[in-house]
């Protein structure tokens, strides 16, 4: 029996103008599924969210009160950060990923959102022909947003899907057009938490300093991939990184899952002094300034936001020093979404869902914040809206750029075990419909 | 005789790689000085700072803390802001400025910055041939900024020094061109404080329906016109704004300078509906969304930032509260900077300097926040480095499209009594120098 009939489904997606779920952003799914809580009365199961839940440092909190009694509210804060969060974020970077960055490049931003438009601004602005961005998909759609709002082109292919895997090989046709400036990608992913392992970025680094493309990459989900303990400061094992194999690489950082601080909207941009001392007549054409860190400081971060919260900065720092410190361990804390995705991963395989993007070579993927799944009665679409009838939503994985289009991404990060409990009688109701 | 050497100030400019003050932004002079007080031990009477020298609310420092100690930090703002922001920012324009439009079309931003990057980045998309924007000079040279890294074309015509002011006679011109998309001016104007009469903005406002153009009106100086008390809400009189002639009118609104909260990044982009509902091919092609709401939301806002800051949301709404409620003035506060310029203006009066851009039509400016000021013996260029000499530092007013090159601005923000009193002895040494 299902929760949610039809027709109010299709007033719902009527509001929102979306004619099919397939083709709605996150945030439109969202809308509607709290709209159709509202009207039906339903709890809906959700994991449509990519929200963390977890607590930040208590460090975070008291930093963040001390700037909020200080004169420092008034003040304009520098566009490049505070010295001290910028040599927290060096200090990070050194401890946890064993990569060298001097601390004057380690550039706060609103979120990762604001890194990733800075470097697909800058690096599709450098040189006269590489003016492209490539994606390894699955990926976040917002940043196919970002180059398109920026009037840049892009391509995008999915690098997951194929099975043995061979991510060098299917990229390396995009390099040699020659016109690819940089390359995309998250480790590990949203949506499907796959990771590049390191002879993958390896190879990838070798066909960057070839063609001279800049790999971009997205740390949004900082060590979390759980297979591995990466939570100890100064000592391996440390994440794969496209920073350990070529300096053609910006780190995209972000404080909002790894320290659970997504509303106060921190995160950096993380260059090499290689790349920050670019000077080209591209830049100068489109920024008025030549040099890449002049280009970011004042053609992109002052334009953008003119900097970052002070109070916000300060909370970021004092996540970061935490961590550093030994006081806090965000990476232990969040085994709690490993545990969630082990239950839900069961939960859905026992009630005929599959899972997808389930592997990285022969090893299953770590459980985690995302993962992917889909249903054999939906081979191309319709599942997310199917599942919405019986109370439970998850976001289809096609903006993702998604070879596997049927599938669909959850989130474990604000389920709870009562949600864990409540979608076994759910799924056993779908798969009785469906039987 | 003068504190600072010929040869400390070109090392100091060889540092930054600036050939001439008048070509060096703001940014770049205030580093500069920062560089030449720590090697010369000198205390500058520092005028080139734009930035608040008040407190902000108490409410706002209260609600700020409420949100760092609550599950907020973890959760992304809403890209839209909070409903009670958006509220407060509708009543607040309704009360202060006697202007309608709907809470839902108050968008929070970091900023007016992030406010007119958003209002030129879809107001420069709408139309196929309407692309450029037009500034009304002097103005602020990062907006010229965001244009410019936008790719956006701009024209730009001081219309402040012509004797007497014809506004709207200067800008038909480029209006009957017929590739005008928006019209950007400040009132008050940074740098130097001139106001657009209520009779000139209706000009304007008749010239903008007739040519489908959108007024971009820069409020980042909201009601601090001290000729006139504009700080009781809900009663005459109330703010010029070209939101009382035409609906065709963007205003971007800060919390920077009016609520002493530049160390937060707040702000908003005030839409009326007629704008906010324009549905238009251009838009779609450039956004993906044809709806400009929704191209502002998922094409600027969620790419740039994805909402602006928890806590910083918050402090913003306990200020604008706090006015509403009559528990805070600080439009009363900010004659503080009043009293400042006055002494200030008297004393650079006194030591040969002139005033520049020092009337509104018969009616002189207000003693404020900024003013623009020169000297005969620096007719072209130059000034700006002789007070260097001297231990004082302002901003040309070259990078603002001024028509008196030559000028300066001048910044009271964050003047003390003791830089009052200090200014007199330095200015008649330079005096001395020039007699």
Redesign the interface.
């Known amino acids: 029996m299902t929760l949610i009939s039809e027709q109010q489904i299709a007033d719902t997606k009527a509001r929102y103008g979306i004619e099919q779920l397939e083709r709605a952003?996150i945030?439109q799914l969202v809308m509607m599924v709290s709209d159709l809580e509202a009207l039906s009365g339903v709890d809906f199961v959700r994991m449509e969210l990519g929200?963390?839940?977890?607590?930040?440092a208590p460090q975070?909190?008291a930093a963040?009160?001390a700037?909020?009694?200080s004169?420092?509210?008034?003040?304009?804060?520098a566009?490049n950060g505070n010295p001290s969060l910028r040599q927290a974020l060096s200090q990070f970077f050194k401890s946890f990923m064993n990569v060298d960055v001097p601390a004057d490049n380690c550039i706060p931003t609103?979120?990762a959102?604001?890194a990733s438009?800075a470097a697909f601004?800058l690096v599709a602005n450098l040189h006269p022909t590489r003016t492209k961005i490539l994606f390894l998909d699955p990926g976040f759609p917002?940043q196919i947003?970002?180059v398109?709002?920026l009037?840049i082109a892009y391509e995008r292919v999915d690098v997951f899907a194929q099975r043995p895997r061979r991510v060098a090989d299917q990229i390396r046709p995009y390099l040699e057009n020659g016109d690819i400036a940089g390359i995309v990608y998250s480790n590990p992913s949203n949506p499907v938490w796959n990771c590049l392992a390191p002879e993958e970025l390896e190879e990838i680094a070798a066909l960057c300093d070839a063609h001279e493309t800049i790999a971009l990459e997205d740390l949004a989900y900082f060590g979390m991939d759980f297979r591995v303990d990466y939570s100890h400061p100064n000592q391996p094992p440390y994440p794969p990184s496209m920073g350990h194999y070529t300096h053609r690489c910006i780190q995209m950082f972000s404080g909002?899952k790894l320290f659970?601080?997504?509303?106060?909207?921190t995160g950096a941009v993380i260059i090499p002094e290689t790349l920050m001392a670019i000077e080209s007549e591209q830049l100068k054409a489109?920024?008025?300034y030549a040099s890449l860190r002049n280009a970011l400081?004042?053609?992109?971060i002052?334009?953008?936001?003119?900097?970052?919260?002070?109070?916000?900065q300060a909370?970021f720092e004092g996540a970061l020093r935490a961590m550093l410190d030994g006081k806090w361990n965000p990476l232990i804390e969040a085994r709690a979404y490993e545990q969630r995705a082990v239950k839900l991963k069961a939960a859905l395989s026992a009630h005929g869902f599959e899972l997808l993007y389930d592997a990285d070579g022969d090893t299953p993927i770590a459980d985690g914040f995302y993962f992917a799944f889909g249903h054999p009665a939906y081979p191309d679409a319709g599942l997310a809206q199917a599942l919405i009838e019986f109370g439970v939503s998850a976001t289809p994985l096609t903006d993702a750029g998604a070879h596997h289009k049927h599938g669909l991404r959850a989130c474990v990060g604000l389920m709870t075990d009562d949600d864990l409990h409540r979608i076994v009688g759910r799924l056993a109701a779908f798969q009785e419909a469906h039987a």
């Open positions: 952003s945030r929200v963390p839940g977890l607590s930040p975070a909190r963040e009160h700037v909020i009694d004169p420092l509210l008034a003040q304009y804060p566009l609103a979120g959102m604001q438009l601004w917002t947003q970002q398109q709002s009037g909002s659970n601080y997504a509303g106060q909207r489109r920024f008025g400081l004042f053609g992109v002052q334009p953008t936001t003119a900097g970052l919260c002070q109070s916000a909370g």
